[in-house]
């Protein structure tokens, strides 16, 4: 009896509610962090997408040690060498805070809009059902449900916070992108959006939105929808297996499965993300 009152609790709630708040926090921090570690990886990475690639070409072969002899473009190992002997390390953390400023602000709409979702509207998507159970324990119609509403209630969250990083993205790409013409137009996130907002207004700070959620929409259902299938594929595979050895090699399989998924399907979002890098910076001066 003492346990099932300590349950309903108002302050026991409270308590499990703040402390999934601060672990969220604590995720978020993490990611920003690592976020920050490797920025140099992301200003290459846009600088690529804008087509700036002005380093040497090098040779080598095409299979690495076998086929013909081909030209290639610097890796972004390379040009972040190349930059940071030219222009040193502050080149390389151009649009930094930015960067910062989105990954936090972006993950906390992303989660209190979930929040808000799991509050208010907990049967979008479908009801609250099988959530307990394994994906080995449910039926294919089971676990397409689960999937299904996992899905949906994803897209609208991360919605939420694309929409919420999007001006913090424009100016994290206009700064990187002044690094090609030695410019200083967007020297901080506050200065940034005072120009951004005097010269374009609103649009401005948003330019590049929609296919970056095209990019976001492929990615959350092509995810959902092979993990789906992969998911059945081998728990049917493991069922059908007659020794213990390709059973174990399955379930091996069904643990990597998540992991191997986003690179598949990043191939597909990929090119919208470039057409974001590249219009986020159409109508800066």
């Given at each position: 009896?003492?346990?099932?009152?300590?349950?309903?609790?108002?302050?026991?709630?409270?308590?499990?509610?703040?402390?999934?708040?601060?672990?969220?926090?604590?995720?978020?921090?993490?990611?920003?962090?690592?976020?920050?570690?490797?920025?140099?990886?992301?200003?290459?990475?846009?600088?690529?997408?804008?087509?700036?690639?002005?380093?040497?070409?090098?040779?080598?072969?095409?299979?690495?040690?076998?086929?013909?002899?081909?030209?290639?473009?610097?890796?972004?190992?390379?040009?972040?060498?190349?930059?940071?002997?030219d222009f040193g390390l502050a080149a390389l953390y151009r649009g930094?805070?930015?960067?910062?400023?989105?990954?936090?602000?972006?993950?906390?709409?992303?989660?209190?809009?979930?929040?808000?979702?799991?509050?208010?509207?907990?049967?979008?998507?479908?009801?609250?059902?099988?959530?307990?159970?394994?994906?080995?324990?449910?039926?294919?119609?089971?676990?397409?449900?689960?999937?299904?509403?996992?899905?949906?209630?994803?897209?609208?969250?991360?919605?939420?916070?694309?929409?919420?990083?999007?001006?913090?993205?424009?100016?994290?790409?206009?700064?990187?992108?002044?690094?090609?013409?030695?410019?200083?137009?967007?020297?901080?996130?506050?200065?940034?959006?005072l120009r951004v907002g005097d010269e374009e207004g609103l649009p401005?700070?948003?330019?590049?939105?929609?296919?970056?959620?095209?990019?976001?929409?492929?990615?959350?259902?092509?995810?959902?929808?092979?993990?789906?299938?992969?998911?059945?594929?081998?728990?049917?595979?493991?069922?059908?297996?007659?020794?213990?050895?390709?059973?174990?090699?399955?379930?091996?399989?069904?643990?990597?499965?998540?992991?191997?998924?986003?690179?598949?399907?990043?191939?597909?979002?990929?090119?919208?993300?470039?057409?974001?890098?590249?219009?986020?910076?159409?109508?800066?001066?």
């Amino acid at each position: 009896m003492a346990s099932a009152h300590l349950t309903k609790n108002p302050d026991v709630q409270e308590l499990h509610k703040d402390t999934d708040e601060v672990a969220q926090a604590k995720a978020i921090a993490v990611k920003a962090g690592i976020g920050l570690v490797t920025y140099p990886l992301t200003f290459s990475k846009t600088l690529f997408q804008l087509g700036f690639e002005p380093y040497p070409l090098s040779t080598g072969k095409v299979f690495i040690f076998a086929g013909r002899d081909a030209y290639f473009l610097p890796n972004a190992f390379k040009y972040i060498r190349n930059v940071y002997n030219d222009f040193g390390l502050a080149a390389l953390y151009r649009g930094a805070d930015a960067g910062l400023v989105g990954t936090v602000a972006g993950g906390f709409a992303a989660y209190y809009a979930e929040k808000y979702l799991d509050n208010y509207y907990p049967d979008v998507g479908g009801e609250h059902l099988y959530e307990d159970m394994k994906d080995d324990e449910l039926s294919n119609y089971e676990s397409f449900r689960v999937h299904l509403r996992h899905a949906i209630r994803r897209s609208i969250s991360s919605t939420v916070g694309i929409i919420v990083t999007q001006p913090f993205t424009v100016l994290m790409v206009r700064e990187i992108a002044q690094h090609i013409g030695g410019e200083y137009k967007y020297p901080n996130v506050l200065l940034g959006f005072l120009r951004v907002g005097d010269e374009e207004g609103l649009p401005g700070l948003f330019s590049g939105v929609v296919p970056l959620l095209v990019a976001n929409f492929i990615r959350t259902w092509g995810i959902a929808a092979l993990g789906y299938t992969a998911s059945r594929l081998l728990i049917k595979a493991e069922k059908d297996a007659t020794d213990e050895d390709g059973q174990e090699a399955v379930r091996n399989l069904r643990k990597y499965a998540p992991y191997l998924i986003p690179f598949t399907v990043n191939a597909f979002s990929y090119p919208f993300e470039v057409c974001a890098t590249v219009f986020a910076v159409v109508g800066s001066q």
